[in-house]
């Protein structure tokens, strides 16, 4: 029986609102008494005063205020309904929650010689459901970033100067420079992470660092991380801001590039990890990858091989420690491969002859009952299959930031790069594997090729054109927020656009872009509403397609053998060759379909933010995600929603 998908309800998140109104509900006698206003005249203050939803935290924002003390935060909540395309065996709705608070000391207030210095802690709470596993995309083209990091994280706790006259702010202590560099207000104010988040960088890295086991018989790759471009990552460093100009700035960061910081992540079977690429029944696609998971086994002729089941072996994925943003102060783990296991096979009893298959207990105490070359390694490979490092993390950044004309049209242009400092494996050039066996059969791993070449960083560049390009007459608001960083003020016609590079011989996806409008204001009296639209794509690399051609295509035989044909293309039902005599063996082997190229995946996504109050809005949103799992595997995915944020 297949195991249903766990539920994700609305009753899971209810209670993370109903802490927040709780509280303010039980302050409103407080606010009364110190306002001394009628519970309607109070109610109407509330809705049109831009203070926050808290009412100035209650009565407490002034007196915080002499002591140099002030908070931020906000708190969104939103609703994704994939209404087709992407994947089963995941909930079709998926409701989101997040909250963040920013509290800013600033020291003068304490002590008068330190003018310009504070000290600021940022976290962050999140809850709810996926959206991404109903979608069928990668991590960085999701739906949405609210289920990354989820729980409580510690996202900034640093020291910062600022000048008066704001030509210089350096901080030093344990930060993100997503939160200080490539600030496009307008792109977070859509919910796709590519879009609003990721931007294409660090999407998808190399295919990992090779280990091979003691025999040379097989090799496990080790992951590397990603550049970590998003509000989960955190790092001991610094940043430095000057302005030469008063609309010039250049900045630059140096932090740590510790790897292995991530939190756990559950993983699916993709449409690629099921038949007819694999011997896993179609059935699967969507749900939940584990370790030591057993499914029935479907040959390459595509039919039930009766009584047989495979054991998938171990899911790295699901390893690691969750950090909450504590994690990596200490630097990445050690690195502890178990290369013992790499390749390793469960001990069992010999083949039955007439069936080609032998019973054996698991590790999870599942019984199997299988052909031994559908049997995966069940153990750990050690590291969470990871290749731990450390390194450095930089980020530089010019800007241009230009009012033309005489309606003062904001501009602002952007040249960046960035350098993580954590080594990975190229897809070329790449060589075959060896063994010491010199033999093939049923029992004995495919050949097949790891990569030979390795950078020791991973680099980027990255632009950014925004600049509003028409501004209505008579009419200069800055009273609603798009994010907790940033305004937009005039009422008009915005336009966005941003684009990242990285070398495609280590990166999967190296080009990314995207354009977009916005306008402010557009309706009538509907003065800071706005509507917008953004269309983002992203490229996958040709040498990416070409390691996956040499992988599709491994040995049939020990490298170096004299017949070492590659395996034939199926889904089919094939006789292995013999790598003595070049005739067919007497086991038969299922051979799968190749798996496809990779080639784009583009996003659509349209929105109405309604600006309820100076504090508060409401957005309905859809998204397209053509092409989402970038390979033609997974059919469009359309996701209609809607969001909710409060700003205190």
């Known amino acids: ?108 207030k304490l002590v008068p010689a330190l003018s310009g210095w504070s000290m600021i802690s940022y976290w962050r709470y999140r809850a709810g459901g996926n959206p991404r596993w109903a979608a069928g995309t990668p991590n960085f083209i999701a739906p949405s970033n609210m289920p990354n990091g989820a729980d409580l994280w510690n996202l900034a706790q640093m020291i910062q100067y600022d000048s008066k006259n704001k030509a210089l702010m350096f901080n030093i202590g344990w930060e993100n420079p997503y939160e200080q560099f490539l600030q496009q207000p307008l792109s977070k104010i859509f919910e796709n992470q590519a879009i609003s988040t990721s931007k294409g960088i660090g999407a998808n890295v190399g295919p990992g660092i090779p280990v091979m086991n003691a025999s040379g018989t097989a090799a496990y790759y080790y992951k590397s991380s990603s550049v970590p471009w998003g509000n989960t990552f955190g790092a001991w460093g610094g940043t430095l801001k000057v302005k030469p100009l008063r609309n010039v700035y250049i900045q630059s960061g140096l932090y740590a590039a510790n790897s292995n910081m991530g939190g756990p992540t559950q993983t699916q079977f993709s449409a690629t990890s099921v038949y007819p690429y694999t011997s896993v029944p179609a059935s699967y696609l969507g749900q939940f990858r584990d370790s030591g998971k057993v499914t029935p086994v479907v040959g390459g002729n595509g039919k039930l091989i009766p009584g047989a089941q495979q054991n998938l072996g171990w899911v790295p994925s699901t390893k690691g420690a969750n950090n909450h943003g504590f994690g990596g102060m200490a630097g990445s783990p050690q690195f502890n491969p178990q290369t013992q296991n790499i390749g390793a096979r469960p001990a069992q009893p010999q083949y039955v002859t007439a069936n080609n298959k032998s019973t054996y207990t698991n590790s999870s105490g599942q019984v199997v009952s299988a052909p031994r070359y559908y049997t995966s390694s069940p153990y750990d490979q050690g590291s969470g299959g990871q290749y731990s490092q450390n390194g450095l993390f930089s980020v530089t950044e ?60 991973i680099w980027g560049l990255y632009a950014q054109i925004d600049q509003q390009l028409y501004a209505e007459k008579g009419h200069n608001y800055q009273e609603d927020q798009v994010s907790m960083h940033a305004k937009i003020s005039k009422q008009g016609l915005y336009s966005f656009s941003m684009m990242n590079f990285t070398p495609p011989n280590g990166c999967q996806v190296p080009l990314y872009f995207h354009t977009g409008l916005a306008y402010k204001g557009l309706i009538p009296t509907r003065d800071n509403d706005m509507i917008a639209v953004c269309v983002g794509s992203a490229f ?61 995946t583009q996003i659509i996504e349209a929105c109405y933010d309604i600006q309820l109050t100076k504090w508060a809005n409401f957005k309905p949103f859809v998204e397209f995600i053509v092409n989402p799992a970038g390979n033609g595997s997974v059919p469009t995915s359309v996701i209609i929603g809607a969001s909710s944020k409060w700003f205190f």
């Open 540 to 600: 996958y690399s040709g040498q990416y397609n070409q390691w996956i051609d040499a992988q599709n295509q491994s040995l049939q035989n020990d490298y170096g053998s004299t017949y070492n044909d590659i395996v034939p293309n199926g889904p089919t039902v094939q006789r292995p060759i013999s790598p003595t005599t070049g005739k067919p063996t007497t086991n038969y082997q299922n051979y799968y379909a190749y798996q496809p190229h990779f080639t784009s």
């Open 398 to 457: 010019i800007g241009w930031e230009p009012k033309f004309g005489s309606d003062q049209l904001e501009g602002k242009y952007v040249l960046g790069n960035y350098i993580w400092g954590n080594a990975n494996s190229q897809f070329t050039p790449f060589a075959y594997t060896t063994s010491a066996s010199g033999t093939t059969s049923a029992n004995s791993p495919t050949r097949k090729p790891v990569p030979t070449t390795q950078s020791p960083i």
């Open 1 to 108: 029986m297949i195991p249903k998908p766990p539920k994700r309800t609305l009753s899971r998140l209810l209670p993370q609102s109903a802490i927040f109104f709780l509280a303010f509900i039980t302050t409103l006698p407080v606010a009364f008494t110190a306002d001394g206003n009628s519970i309607s005249n109070f109610a109407a203050d509330w809705y049109s005063q831009k203070d926050g939803a808290t009412l100035k935290w209650f009565g407490l924002e002034t007196p915080m205020k002499t002591y140099g003390f002030s908070v931020k935060g906000d708190m969104k909540e939103a609703y994704f309904g994939q209404v087709s395309g992407g994947l089963p065996n995941q909930p079709q709705s998926n409701w989101c929650f997040d909250m963040k608070l920013k509290g800013t000391l600033e020291l003068e």
